[in-house]
């Protein structure tokens, strides 16, 4: 059976018929909850409003953060720069003039030298800051480091379970992967200190790298090659609906233990898609599992409402199909004939080079959206919603003008913009967020894009491994993506300049890259190389 078979089959039964909606829909709900887990340690490990405690003016039982003497008391974050409004130092207070004898709190009680604090009032948002006084400077490395454990889970993950979902079907490790998550973002709220949180984190980032992926390709691989780009662009609304959630949660709870109980308890009840969701008929015939691929089958066409060929039907039973089949399961020898080929190696280096500044650039702009001023919850939200027109460009682009110039153009316009942000006059900040904005935009076009292109250019029985390590890849680039604000203290143009920059050489490589739109899904390792 090749892929002409397959394709035919799936197009008298409905490239996208009733069957196909209803259980794709079921597979991006649990998205949301992945969107939602991939992000929630922006919020839960971010740093809040605190102060020094400054014994003489508060209430030491009940201080609060926003006195009206904090001015005389506190120094400015922002004394040294041009901005115009203040923000209170973290550790630093003013000493306290010893020839003001008085009661209260004025000017003149406090002079202008300065010294470190050891406790803090905190504004009303509740972080891994406040419960384990992770605070000043020389500790900030610690909260860095939640996103680096993050994306090492990540990295792990995403080859794990693209791989296993290869051996042993796509619907059981998706179930897997929301399982883990689920369970290890619960028992993060029960953490008795940093490491103990730390390490849940990795754990949970393991579960969920799996949920967008094998979302992914049971979508891909369940409808008709016309439908195919469909499914990941819609799969990337509900991801991106996920993310602005978290940030409207955290608005509303401000407790980053509701935060994470809101973001992975419910996830539990996708436990029932054992019973509710089919497995991949693709995979199932590339295991020669062929019963079971025809009862997929006769599932789909029921609800569909469609009767299909007697001709279609006798495939299943060829024997050069059983001959195939059989040679194609085997895995290893796949990817070592894949490895042999110059031209596939040349192009999946740029590919995975591509997936790696992708989420470099995508991270990057995220985790800096909350520290450009203005509301963080509104921000991050914006950030967040702007990835559903930038998906939606994605999804016209590569219909009108092919994946390969889509990729391209993404990348290029998200790399110019940011770093024309470099250039902006300091009093024109409302450019700069329009920039961001764009630049976030050409990203997650780009993103969208990457996942279309890369499935469609890997024979069927690696390609959910293929997506998953090019999404492992990826995470090499997310890993330093927490750092790259750091950069901005003692460079202020190097963080977009690095993310614009790498972002345009990408989109140069991309031009490489082979031209999928209306080509088959690629069964074996020649039908990639003849692309």
């Known amino acids: 059976m090749n892929s002409l078979d397959f394709d035919d089959v799936v197009e008298e039964l409905g490239e996208l018929g009733r069957y196909q909606i209803l259980m794709y829909t079921l597979a991006c709900i649990p998205v949301l909850f992945g969107a939602a887990n991939s992000l929630t340690y922006v919020f839960t490990a971010g740093v809040p409003n605190y102060r020094c405690l400054v014994p003489e003016c508060d209430n030491v039982t009940n201080p609060i953060y926003a006195s009206p003497w904090i001015e005389w008391a506190i120094p400015n974050k922002h004394q040294s720069t041009t901005a115009q409004y203040y923000e209170a130092e973290y550790c630093e207070r003013y000493i306290r003039n010893t020839t003001d004898i008085g009661i209260g709190c004025f000017p003149q009680t406090f002079t202008n030298r300065t010294e470190r604090c050891h406790e803090w009032v905190f504004d009303d948002e509740r972080t891994i800051v406040n419960d384990w006084n992770i605070t000043c400077l020389e500790n900030q490395w610690m909260l860095s480091l939640v996103g680096t454990c993050h994306f090492a889970g990540i990295i792990i993950g995403s ?10 079907g796509r619907k059981l490790m998706f179930i897997l ?3 883990l998550m689920s369970v290890s973002g619960i028992i993060q709220v029960f953490s008795n200190g940093y490491v103990m949180f730390a390490i ?4 949970n980032s393991i579960g969920t790298a799996g949920i967008f992926p094998l979302a992914f390709i049971i979508g891909v691989e369940m409808v008709g090659r016309k439908k195919r780009e469909v499914t990941g662009i819609i799969l990337n609304y509900f991801y991106s609906v996920g993310e602005a ?3 409207l949660f955290a608005w509303v709870t401000k407790d980053w233990v509701q935060l994470q109980l809101i973001a ?4 539990l009840i996708f436990l029932c898609y054992y019973w509710i969701l089919p497995e991949s008929a693709r995979w199932l015939l590339a295991k ?7 009862a997929v089958m006769y599932r789909v066409a029921e609800c569909n409402k469609v009767v299909l060929s007697d001709h ?10 059983k001959i195939d089949s059989l040679e194609e399961a085997k895995i290893l020898p796949v990817v070592k004939c894949m490895a042999k080929s110059r031209k596939l190696v040349f192009r999946f280096s740029i590919v995975f080079f591509i997936w790696a500044v992708n989420a470099f650039v995508y991270y990057g702009l995220s985790l800096s959206s909350t520290s450009i001023g203005g509301d963080k919850y ?3 939200a914006l950030v967040s919603l702007v990835e559903i027109p930038g998906n939606t460009l994605a999804w016209v682009c590569i219909n009108k003008i092919g994946r390969k110039w889509s990729l391209a153009g993404s990348l290029l316009i998200s790399g110019v913009t940011c770093c024309l942000t470099i250039f902006v006059p300091a009093d024109m900040h409302w450019l700069v967020i329009v920039f961001f904005l764009i630049g976030k935009l050409g990203v997650t076009s780009a993103f969208s894009v990457s996942y279309v292109h890369t499935s469609e250019m890997l024979p069927t029985i690696i390609r959910s491994g293929g997506v998953g390590l090019a999404s492992t890849t990826a995470r090499v680039g997310a890993l330093v993506a927490p750092f790259v604000p750091l950069l901005g203290q003692y460079v202020p143009y190097l963080p977009m300049l690095l993310l614009g920059g790498f972002a345009v050489v990408a989109g140069l490589l991309a031009l490489k890259l082979p031209e999928t739109r209306g080509v088959k899904l690629p069964e074996k390792v020649i039908d990639a190389q003849r692309l």
């Open 159 to 168: 080859g794990a379970f693209g791989a296993l979902a290869d051996r042993y």
């Open 177 to 179: 992967s929301i399982f």
């Open 200 to 203: 849940f984190i990795f754990i």
């Open 245 to 247: 959630l978290i940030a």
């Open 264 to 267: 992975s308890a419910p996830a």
């Open 288 to 294: 020669n599992r062929k019963v079971e691929a025809k």
């Open 312 to 321: 279609l039907m006798e495939i299943f039973e060829e024997p050069q199909f």
């Open 378 to 380: 509104l921000n991050f």
